[in-house]
Antibody, heavy 119, light 110 residues
Framework: EVQLVQSGAEVKKPGESLKISCKGSGYSFANYWITWVRQMPGKGLEWMVRIDPSDSYTDYSPSFQGHVTISADKSIGAAYLQWSRLKASDTAIYYC????????????WGQGTLVTVSS | QSALTQPASVSGSPGQSITISCTGTSSDVGGYNYVSWYQQHPGKAPKVMIYDVSNRPSGVSNRFSGSKSGNTASLTISGLQAEDEANYYCSSYTSNSTLLFGGGTKLTVL
């Protein structure tokens, strides 16, 4: 069974750094791109960035380029999303998701990680 | 890039059929067969209902179907049930090697 299990909720202060994780199981992790999606409170889904775990090639949304960094460790089947300096506007639920083999569509989602940034 | 265009809300009575549209451009919806549809209940993670325009994951009811014509993709739900009430989002791969989501549609089962 394919599963994406994300790290737990975080509460941070503005200016702090953060790294959240997404661990895949039940499939060959290196063979499927992983994507990160933001959902701000009461809002819709926004695509942020994706990574090919086999070679760590990435595609970023212009809206998020420079503010977040995606990475992956195929040896342990995990992908990461990190911030060096959080802002209050980063408060949201962050979902990881797996792309299909053709890398165009999404076929599985993680359970989400709530990130709260508040002074 | 602007979000894909979805109606803000649709409604239907139990047993009826409804269709949600998702309109993009030739650089996304019209250019690739990589449109997906997601169902999201309040407080829950999205669930894939359709991927690659018309493929249904195992375990998803055959009351859900997807199609595409030109730059517009559609999700049809037949035999509406109370548990179908949720927010629905579409997404498409784009020519910039990015993913684009629709703004979401709230489905109300009357």
């Amino acid at each position: 069974e394919v599963q994406l299990v994300q790290s737990g909720a975080e509460v941070k202060k503005p200016g702090e750094s953060l790294k959240i994780s997404c661990k895949g199981s039940g499939y060959s992790f290196a063979n499927y791109w992983i994507t990160w999606v933001r959902q701000m409170p009461g809002k819709g889904l926004e695509w942020m960035v994706r990574i090919d775990p086999s070679d760590s090639y990435t595609d970023y949304s212009p809206s998020f380029q420079g503010h977040v960094t995606i990475s992956a460790d195929k040896s342990i089947g995990a992908a990461y999303l990190q911030w060096s300096r959080l802002k209050a506007s980063d408060t949201a639920i962050y979902y990881c998701a797996r792309h299909t083999a053709a890398a165009g569509s999404i076929d599985y989602w993680g359970q989400g990680t709530l990130v709260t940034v508040s002074s | 890039q602007s979000a894909l265009t979805q109606p803000a809300s649709v409604s239907g009575s139990p047993g009826q059929s409804i269709t949600i549209s998702c309109t993009g451009t030739s650089s996304d919806v019209g250019g690739y067969n990589y449109v997906s549809w997601y169902q999201q209940h309040p407080g829950k993670a999205p669930k894939v209902m359709i991927y690659d325009v018309s493929n249904r994951p195992s375990g998803v009811s055959n009351r859900f179907s997807g199609s595409k014509s030109g730059n517009t993709a559609s999700l049809t739900i037949s035999g509406l049930q109370a548990e179908d009430e949720a927010n629905y989002y579409c997404s498409s791969y784009t020519s910039n090697s990015t993913l684009l989501f629709g703004g979401g549609t709230k489905l109300t089962v009357l």
